[in-house]
């Protein structure tokens, strides 16, 4: 497996599957991009270390034991695109949702862009509508 | 740009964007596997030329003038992960949706499968809520 690969699995297992959000302090590069990602409230911004461990944070709080499986993954140049599926139980509310202590699915893709042996930033696209479908 | 990336240009251009059903003669392996593809009614299906040939028309009916605009694309080994833009005018009615008239727009992620220079089958994403709040 080549590196990027390696950090991408490192990162995503550490810092959105287990919330330890000080390891961004050693993935991330200080400035993250988020190059695309609809219904994210970060869509298109650039964020400090600080500002992306709170956004791990407050993404992870309605579902604290969520888990990303990588499906498959693809590599070339400094991008890593991830397919993955995700499970997460529902415990705390979100805005406009309660939380129904439910399992909840959804899929995704993400490429991550590197530089060097950290990530500056991700494109990504994932099924929300299934999400919205499971929540309401 | 390797082979595969621009027959997969190619696809898209023909098939999805241009309408030319019969282009997937030349394009698809004689069996299609949708790997995965939430809310694709022929999602975990393998599928005949001819019958891909049906998707084809019936996704494309209600928004006959769509186009993919092709974000990045990043290859490794026998995939082709493509990050695209869509948009489309709402002429014609979905089950469920009365068309608007008006342009909708989504993004997606299509990871393709090759085979030699066909392609075998995909791996998908697409933003289905975005599409969903702009249709309803």
Redesign the interface.
């Known amino acids: 497996m080549s590196d990027a690969k390696a950090i991408v699995i490192d990162y995503m297992h550490h810092v959105w599957n287990d919330g330890e959000v000080d390891a961004c302090d050693r993935f991330l590069t200080r400035t993250y991009t988020i190059h ?1 990602d ?2 994210d409230p970060w869509d298109g911004q650039k964020l400090t270390i600080e500002a992306f461990k709170d956004r791990v944070s407050m993404s992870r709080a309605p579902f604290p034991n969520q888990q990303f499986v990588i ?2 993954m ?4 400094i ?3 991830v ?1 993955w599926h995700w499970m997460g139980t529902f415990v705390t509310d979100m805005p406009g949702f309660r939380a129904t202590g439910q399992v909840v699915t959804t ?3 993400t ?1 991550y862009y590197m530089e060097g042996d950290r990530i500056s930033g991700h ?1 990504q ?8 479908q499971q929540v309401r």
Not at 74 to 77: A, T
Not at 125 to 132: A, E, P, Q, S
Request: charged content about 25%.
């Open positions: 695309h609809p219904g499906d498959t693809i590599e070339e140049g991008k890593v695109a397919a899929s995704g893709v490429i494109w696209v994932t099924d929300r509508l299934g999400v919205f």
